[in-house]
C-alpha cells in the first residue's frame, strides 16, 4: 500500500509537473527553479516538493546555488532530485523481477548471450514494425521516450556532474526541444532494465543494446553504441559514421 500511496500523490496535476520537470533534468533542482517552470508560486512548490520527499519519490538537501562559499556566499537553498528507489503498483501481485533474474542467472550460467542478443534484436525489429529506420537523432529520441528511456542531447559544454545557472539552464532548455537533429550523442537517463541490469550487467547491457539496434535500425543514419555511465542507461544513440561528411 506505501507505493499505492506514494503514486497517488501524483494525481493532483501541481504535483505532477512538479516531479516531471524535476526528474526530467538530471540534477539538483531548487525550488525557484521549479516554481518558475511549472508556473506556480514558490510556496506552492515547496509545500508540494516537500510532500513528493517525503513520499519518497523526491530527495532532497542544501547547497548553495550561486555556487560560491565562504562570507557573503548566501544561505544554502533545499534542492531536490528524483529518488534512485523504484515505485510500481500490481494489482493482483506480480513479481516478474523475480522471474527475469531467475531467467538472467540461467543465461549467464548457460552462456546464452548470443542468442538472448539474437532474440532482443528480433524484438526490437518486431517493435519497429514496417517503419524504416530511425531517420535522424531527433526521430530517435521521440522513440526512446516512448520506451521509457528518458533521452537527452548531450551538452558538451558543461563539465560533467556540473550546476548550471538559471540563464544556463534556460538556454539550455529551449535547446533541448528541438535539439535531437542538431546533437551528435543522445544519452538516456533511465534504463528500464536497471534492477536485473544491477545484478546481470554484461547480459543485460548487451541485450539492450541489441534491442535498441533493431527498433532504431542498423543501417539508417543514427546508430546505438555502448558507452556506460553511472547512473544512467549503458548505451548511448548517435549519428552514424557511415553518414559522416
Known sequence: MEHIEAIALLQDPVRRRLYEYVAAQGREVGRNEAAEATGV???????????LTEA??????SRRLTGRSGP??????KVYTR??????VSLPARDYRTAAELLAEAAEQAGLDAGLCAAARRRGESLRGSAAPCGD???????????GYEPYPEDRGRPEGGAADADTDAAANTAADSAGAAARVVRMRNCPFHAVAERFP???????????EGL??????????????PGECCVVVEVSKNNDD
Do not use: F, I, Q, W
Not at 72 to 77: E, N, S
Not at 83 to 88: L, M
Not at 202 to 212: E, K, S
Not at 217 to 229: K, L
Open 83 to 88: 529518488t534512485k528507489s523504484e515505485r510500481s
Open 137 to 147: 537523432l531527433d526521430e530517435a529520441m521521440k522513440v526512446l521516450a516512448a520506451r
Open 72 to 77: 557573503g556566499a548566501g544561505r544554502p537553498a
Open 216 to 229: 532504431l535500425g542498423t543501417d539508417g543514419p543514427v546508430r546505438a553504441r555502448m558507452d556506460a555511465r
Open 41 to 51: 508560486a514558490r510556496t506552492l512548490a515547496a509545500h508540494h516538493l516537500d510532500r
Open 202 to 212: 554484461p547480459l543485460v547491457c548487451g541485450m539492450n543494446l541489441a534491442l535498441l
Open 56 to 61: 519518497g519519490l523526491l530527495e532532497s538537501g
